[in-house]
Nanobody, 119 residues
């Protein structure tokens, strides 16, 4: 499994931007599909975005499409989530996750980073 550490969370005003980073350990980072998920207080964890191992394909939840951008740098073993035009409803703990390209399950998770958007 790969070890994941998120960073970049914080407090931002509505309309502002943040960039989350997720650093992965291991030499096979490029074999993994990487994803971002989030969990707001009292709600279930939900999918935000995912990026294929080559970076050629990306997927987004409808709620963030057009505002968030997922990217990865395989040379740095890092995946990013650029969040623009943030809304109060984006407030949540954001988690980085990884799954092997041959699996349908995200099996490795980071500890999460808090994003708070004030209105």
């Amino acid at each position: 499994q790969v070890q994941l550490v998120e960073s970049g969370g914080g407090l931002v005003q509505a309309g502002g931007s943040l960039r989350l980073s997720c650093a992965a350990s291991g030499r096979t980072f490029s074999s993994y599909v990487m994803g971002w998920f989030r969990q707001a207080p009292g709600k279930e964890r939900e999918f935000v975005a995912a990026i294929w191992w080559s970076g050629g394909s990306t997927y987004y939840a409808d709620s963030v499409k057009g505002r968030f951008t997922i990217s990865r740098d395989n040379a740095k073993n890092t995946v990013y989530l650029q969040m623009n035009s943030l809304k109060a409803e984006d407030t949540a703990v954001y988690y980085c996750a990884a799954r092997l390209r041959t699996s349908s399950v995200f099996s490795s998770w980071g500890q999460g980073t808090q994003v708070t958007v004030s209105s």
